[in-house]
């Protein structure tokens, strides 16, 4: 079992810079890689970033490479997600997600995934 509550989120400007985070629990939390999915209102899901618990490889969807960076604090067990230079397109809600796959065939998938917080919107207005 993994509980994941995000916070961070809100209005932003674009050009703004954001930070989420994630806090996860339960039993071998350490275990999971961790990501972040967004969806946009009327849109499906979209893959924004994972990374595994040793922090090695992180994945980032194509929109987000430039501007975004994920990481994790394994000793408090809190994933982030740095977001600089937010455009109006950005606007979604922000999920924070557990898997125990690991290597990007499965961290970009969100099927893969079994564990989902409630999400954070985020509101970037130009």
């Known amino acids: 079992q993994v509980h994941l509550v995000e916070s961070g989120g809100g209005p932003v400007q674009a050009g703004d810079s954001l930070r989420l985070s994630c806090a996860a629990s339960?039993?071998?939390?350490?275990?999971?890689?961790l990501g972040w999915f967004r969806q946009a209102p009327e849109k499906a899901h979209e893959f924004v970033a994972a990374?595994?618990?040793?922090?090695?490889?992180?994945y980032y969807g194509d929109f987000a490479e430039d501007r975004f960076t994920i990481s994790r604090d394994n000793a408090n067990n809190i994933l982030y997600l740095q977001m600089n230079s937010l455009k109006p397109e950005d606007t979604a809600v922000y999920y924070c997600?557990?898997?125990?796959?690991?290597?990007?065939?499965?961290?970009?998938?969100?099927?893969?995934?079994?564990?989902w917080g409630q999400g954070t919107q985020v509101t970037v207005s130009s």
């Open positions: 339960g039993n071998e939390v350490e275990r999971y890689s």
């Open positions: 997600s557990a898997t125990l796959g690991e290597g990007g065939d499965y961290l970009r998938t969100r099927a893969f995934y079994t564990y």
């Open positions: 990374v595994p618990w040793s922090g090695g490889d992180k």
